[in-house]
């Protein structure tokens, strides 16, 4: 099983409003990221988490906050948003950090539409 | 962060021809991966090479990771519609640290 799972799939939201992207995987990996994609360009990382640790930030707004509650659950709280911010989101999770090889799974993304 | 130049940017096929795009970089990676992306969705990985000169087939898929562990090929032979879609490769340094290509956007016509 090689599944990561994101929810919810779709979120539209106020520039108002709180609240949360949720990513879990059950494959026992010890490293997961979030990233912002825009269409048809790359990802881009914003934050990974390296045995439930924010090990990378890269300069992302402290309008997106990350948490890791436990190895397998990664959170991203929202608030303030601007319509900017409207983009796919993206969870991945690899094994173990330390590994000199490493392979990155994704989830299949939450489409955030922010008005 | 780095990003590996991804070549060509875009390509329009006929049903049934083969393709081939590559991905380089100015840093030497351990491994070398190649993602599929549909519209909303996200990456789905093809391929994971792991040893400089590996050659690694899945299917009518194909790729090579390069002498130099500077670059990778994907090769698709005989395409078909589901085939369309944004590939992208990605270059993992070391850890949990890994640098996409800017992708190649597939277009079949059938």
Known sequence: ?115 | GQQLNQSPQSMFIQEGEDVSMNCTSSSIFNTWLWYKQDPGEGPVLLIALYKAGELTSNGRLTAQFGITRKDSFLNISASIPSDVGIYFCAGQLYGNQFYFGTGTSLTVIP
């Open chain 1, 1 to 115: 099983d090689t599944e990561v799972t994101q929810t919810p799939k779709h979120l539209v939201m106020g520039m108002t409003n709180k609240k949360s992207l949720k990513c879990e995987q059950h494959m026992g990996h010890r490293a997961m990221y979030w990233y912002k994609q825009k269409a048809k360009k790359p990802p881009e990382l914003m934050f990974v988490y390296s045995y439930e640790k924010l090990s990378i930030n890269e300069s992302v707004p402290s309008r997106f906050s990350p948490e890791c509650p436990n190895s397998s659950l990664l959170n991203l709280h929202l608030h303030a948003l601007q319509p900017e911010d409207s983009a796919l989101y993206l969870c991945a999770s690899s094994q173990d950090p330390g590994q000199g090889t490493n392979i990155q799974y994704f989830g299949a993304g939450t489409r955030l539409s922010v008005l």
